[in-house]
């Protein structure tokens, strides 16, 4: 008799998930307490496979052999609960496609930065023509992607909502790319929750499979003192040289990055690299030291480091309006990311933040939006927070409830050379789908003038 398999949420990764089970002889059952999309019904529908939309059979889910969680549902769900105090296996959608393919795994994590150092990952690996794949917690799901698909590598994004449902699986390479505090509601508000959670990205590695790390996170290397590493260990740092770091990974040398990863020395001018700025000269240096394991000509790796374009919503340049230039950074849901964003803008600032507040600390973004940020803009449906925290450093702050409302009021604040920029520190989920919808309503709103 067919093992049952139950999966929880109808989205990408639940969909992949449900049919590459249904492929390797699963009793399948998708169940979603939200609505399935049309499309995703259709799918499932003409797979054969049994789901339901908009409630949670409990009965029928309890009886499961093993059951995949979407990474959005957390832990403390009493259904979530319920399987766990009878046994029931409950994994991630990374977790159960990993089962099923001996592709060589290349994996990204970090509290920022993570999608694009996945697409140049992947951006070099493919123009080197090897047969490599992109999934995770961007575009294709990992599990659909080994249901359809045959590749010999992966290049995967993963979140730690993912990572805390993984136990056998193993990462060939894994990047950690840096740790700050993000996502503490679901971490019990412990950061040390969270730190471990990120750390499972290097579980059951063995002297042959590699780790790549920040050499200038704190928090990660506070953590790594904890750890005995049997792989390969390569730092990265935007700060040292190489030869601090004992002379493998990557450094940098006055204006030039370094990288050794097999005793061949790939030397590149940071003005040359296509993604400018100090976080994402680290990401190109971790996506730079990963391509060279793989034996890629220098050539090769220079040209992909050049010629790569950079992601939408990530410090994505929109438009310029009368000498106003609006940036749409969407994709900074936490303070971390917006750090980076206001740092990196050297003109007076009009930023438009807000929105789900995931327990963000704002103080370390407050000598920033003093020397800065001219106007705050709040984009949120419960803004008190972000007031309370920054209506001593700056002359003015207004409330707005709409992305077209909020680039109307920028524009109005706004004179020739200043720098309006969409940078929340928080998630999407009160007035948008999610983060690329508010980045697409913004840039909408922006043409629009």
């Known amino acids: ?85 009878q046994g029931t296996p409950i994994i991630s959608e990374i977790e159960f496609a990993g089962r099923y393919t001996d592709a060589k795994i290349v994996a990204i994590t970090g509290s920022n ?75 019990d508000y412990q950061f040390q929750n969270y730190i471990e959670s990120k750390f499972r990205i290097i579980q059951n590695q063995t002297e042959q499979d590699v780790f790549i790390t920040n050499a200038d996170d704190p928090v990660v290397q506070a953590e790594l003192k904890k750890h005995t590493l049997r792989q390969q260990y390569f730092p990265v740092s935007t700060s040292q040289t190489l030869e601090s770091l004992g002379g493998k990974g ?57 010629n790569f374009e950079n992601v939408e919503h990530r410090l994505e340049f929109v438009a310029k309006v009368h000498g106003i230039t609006f940036i749409n950074d969407s994709k900074a849901t936490n303070i971390n990311s917006t750090w980076y964003a206001l740092e990196s803008v050297d003109k007076p600032v009009i930023w438009i933040a807000g929105g789900v507040d995931k327990g963000n600390d704002y103080s370390e973004l ?37 992305a077209n409302e909020a680039v109307r009021q920028a524009y109005d604040l706004g004179f020739d050379g200043d720098t309006v920029l969409l940078s929340p520190a928080c998630a999407s989920f009160d007035l948008f789908e999610n983060y690329e919808d508010r980045g697409q309503q913004f840039k909408a709103a922006v043409r629009s003038l």
């Open 1 to 85: 008799m067919a093992a049952k398999l139950t999966i929880l949420g109808g989205g990408e990764s639940g969909i992949g998930a449900a049919l590459l089970g249904q492929k390797n002889g699963y009793d399948v059952f998708v169940s979603d307490m939200g609505q399935i999309t049309d499309a995703r019904k259709a799918e499932l529908t003409s797979a054969g496979i049994t789901f339901e939309s908009g409630q949670h059979t409990e009965e029928r889910i309890l009886a499961s052999d093993e059951v995949v969680k979407s990474p959005g549902i957390p832990d403390k769900a009493p259904l979530i609960k319920k399987l766990k105090s």
């Open 113 to 187: 930065g993570k999608t694009t150092t996945t697409l140049l990952t992947y951006h070099i690996l493919k123009n080197a023509g090897l047969n490599v794949g992109l999934a995770g917690n961007i575009g294709k799901s990992f599990a659909r992607s080994v249901a359809d698909d045959k590749y010999d590598i992966y290049v995967l994004e993963l979140s730690s909502f993912q990572l805390d449902g993984m136990y056998a699986f193993k990462a060939d390479i894994a990047i950690l790319l840096n740790i700050t505090p993000d996502h503490l509601d679901r971490y």
């Open 250 to 306: 990557a450094g940098i040398d006055q204006d030039q990055i370094q990288i050794n990863t097999q005793n061949e020395l790939f030397i590149m001018k940071i003005q040359e690299l296509a993604l400018q700025g100090k976080h994402n000269l680290f990401n190109s240096m971790a996506a730079g030291v990963t391509s060279r394991l793989f034996d890629l000509r220098k050539e090769m790796v220079r040209d992909s480091l050049m």
């Open 366 to 402: 407050y000598d920033l939006v003093k020397h800065k940020v001219k106007a705050i803009i709040c984009l949120g449906t419960d803004n008190s927070k972000l007031i309370e925290a920054f209506s001593d450093k700056v002359d003015q702050i207004v409330e707005v409830n709409s």
